[in-house]
C-alpha cells in the first residue's frame, strides 16, 4: 500500500495549499463581521481604492446587500485587475452595475492615474455631510490615488516615485518623502470629504499595520499618526472624532493573518501535520534580501539540528516584505532576489525547497508572483552556464530563475499583504 505522506513531499504540493489558503483568505471575514457592527444606515457610499479594490468591494457590496443596505460606488485599482480574482473559479459581478471602475498605473504614478484622482477627489466632494462613506483601501494605492502639492508638480511626484522605489529604503522612508510631495497622502484627503461619517477598512501591506502608512495614510489624519494614540481601540481598531467627522478605521486583514490561515490550512490534512514540524517565525521580516536569505537559511539550520530522529519534515514559515536597492539593468523582484540567493545556501541540505510568494500575485514587474526552488537550483543554473552571483549582483534574478523554470506565474489574487517565505526540508 502506498504511504500517505509521501504524496506530500512536494514543493509542487505545498505551493497548492498556499493557493487554497489565498482563496480562502480573499473572502475577507473580517470585513463582513465588521460591516455588520459598524453600519446602521439604509444607504452607502463605497471606495474602495488598491490592488485588492475589486475584490473588497465585491464582498462589501455583497455583505451590505445581505443586511438589506444599498450600496454604489467607485472601485480604483490597478490596471488589469478590475476583474475578479483569477484564482476564484466563481464570482458574482452584478454589483458592478452600481459602480464605476478606473484603473492606474503601479508601481509608478503616471499622468493617467493623475487625471483620475482629481475625478475621484470631486466625487468625494460631492457627497452630501448626512451621506455614510466605506472607504476600502489595501496596497497600491499610493501610486493610484496622487495629485501634487502646492508648489510641486506631477512630473516632480513621477521622478521622486522614480527615485525612492530604486533606493532600498523602507516604507516609512519613503512614505515621510512622499508626503510632502502630496496633497492627499498623510490624511490630507480628508480635507475633500463634507460627509460626516467615514468608516475606512483596510488590508495591510505595511509592518505592524500603522494607519498613517497603509497606502500612504490619506484617509487617516496625520496628527494621529503614533502608536501611542490614545482613542486606539484594540490592536485593529481605531476611532477618531473630529470637529466635521467620525472616522472609524479598522484593519480586517494582513500578512500575519493570511500566515496564521495558512497554518490552520496545513494543520487540517493530517497526513502532512502527522509527520511536519511547522514553525513560525514571528516577527515582520523586512531585511535586505539576501540578508534575509542568509538569516532564514541559519533558521531552518538551527530548528532541523534540534528536531531528533522525528518528524520527517521541518516547514520553516515567515512572512514580510524584503528589500533590494536596484543595481545594474536586470530583471526581477523582492522574492526573485531572495529565492535565487536562498537557492546558494539550501544545496547544504539533501532534501529541501524554499518558496518565495507576493500576495498579490506580482513581484514587482517580473511578470511572476515569486520563486520555488529545491537544493539542486544551484547546480542546474551552473550546468546551464550561469553564475548565480553575477545575476545577483546585477539584480538580475528572473533572467536567471526562469531559464530554470523555477519561477512562479503572475496571477491577480485579490489582496496584498507582502511576501509569503516557506522553506521545507525533509528527511
Known amino acids: 500500500m502506498k504511504e500517505p505522506y509521501k504524496d506530500y513531499r512536494s514543493c509542487a504540493w505545498l505551493f ?23 453600519i446602521k444606515c439604509p444607504r452607502v457610499r463605497i471606495f474602495a481604492l488598491g490592488k485588492g479594490a475589486w475584490q473588497m468591494a465585491a464582498v462589501c457590496s455583497g455583505q451590505l446587500e445581505k443586511m438589506g443596505i444599498s450600496s454604489s460606488g467607485i472601485i480604483y485599482t490597478t490596471r488589469g485587475n478590475a476583474r475578479p480574482p483569477d484564482i476564484l473559479k466563481e464570482c458574482d459581478t452584478s454589483f458592478l452595475a452600481r459602480f464605476s471602475l478606473f484603473e492606474g498605473s503601479h508601481p ?27 472607504i476600502l483601501i489595501s496596497g497600491g494605492a499610493s501610486a493610484l490615488l ?20 530604486a533606493s532600498g529604503k523602507d516604507i516609512s ?9 502630496s496633497a492627499v497622502k498623510g490624511g490630507k484627503a480628508l480635507s475633500f470629504l463634507s460627509c460626516g461619517a467615514i468608516f475606512s477598512y483596510a488590508v495591510s501591506d505595511v509592518e505592524n499595520d500603522p494607519p498613517w502608512l497603509i497606502g500612504s495614510g490619506p484617509f487617516f489624519p496625520l ?18 472624532t473630529t470637529p466635521h467627522q467620525k472616522l472609524r478605521y479598522r484593519i480586517i486583514a494582513n500578512n500575519r493573518s493570511f500566515l496564521m490561515q495558512l497554518i490552520r490550512n496545513l494543520q487540517f490534512v493530517s497526513s502532512f501535520a502527522e509527520n511536519t514540524q511547522i514553525e513560525l517565525l514571528p516577527n515582520f521580516q ?4 539576501e540578508q534575509l536569505a542568509e538569516y532564514l537559511h541559519k533558521q531552518a539550520i538551527l530548528l532541523s539540528r534540534r528536531r531528533g530522529s522525528e518528524p520527517r519534515s521541518l516547514l520553516l514559515i515567515a512572512g514580510g ?13 523582492r522574492c526573485l532576489h531572495l529565492a535565487l540567493k536562498v537557492s546558494m545556501l539550501i544545496r547544504q541540505f539533501s532534501r529541501g525547497c524554499f518558496i518565495a510568494y507576493a500576495t498579490d500575485g506580482s513581484d514587482a514587474e517580473s511578470g511572476s508572483s515569486g520563486a520555488m526552488i529545491d537544493q539542486n537550483t544551484y547546480s542546474q543554473l551552473k550546468e546551464g552556464g550561469m553564475d548565480p552571483e553575477q545575476y545577483l549582483s546585477s539584480c538580475d534574478s528572473l533572467s536567471a530563475l526562469e531559464k530554470v523554470h523555477a519561477t512562479l506565474g503572475s496571477v491577480y489574487t485579490g489582496t496584498n499583504v507582502n511576501e509569503i517565505y516557506l522553506y521545507y526540508l525533509t528527511f
Request: proline share 4%; hydrophobic share 35%; aromatic share 6%.
Open 16 to 38: 497548492s495549499r498556499l493557493m487554497i489558503c489565498n482563496c480562502s483568505f480573499i473572502g475577507y471575514p473580517e470585513l463582513k463581521q465588521a460591516l455588520k457592527r459598524d
Open 223 to 240: 496628527a494621529h499618526a503614533r502608536p501611542s494614540y490614545t482613542n486606539r481601540l484594540g490592536h485593529n481598531r481605531y476611532d477618531i
Open 286 to 289: 523586512n531585511l535586505e534580501a
Open 108 to 134: 509608478l504614478p503616471s499622468m493617467e492615474n493623475f487625471i483620475i484622482s482629481r475625478q475621484i477627489l470631486d466625487w468625494l466632494q460631492s457627497l452630501e455631510a448626512s451621506e455614510t462613506l466605506i
Open 146 to 165: 496622487e495629485i501634487p502639492a502646492a508648489g510641486k508638480s506631477d512630473e516632480d511626484i513621477i521622478r521622486l516615485n522614480q527615485k525612492l522605489l
Open 173 to 181: 522612508q519613503i512614505n515621510a518623502q512622499r508626503i510632502q510631495y
Open 321 to 333: 516584505e524584503s528589500r533590494v536597492q536596484v543595481k545594474g539593468k536586470g530583471r526581477g523582484g
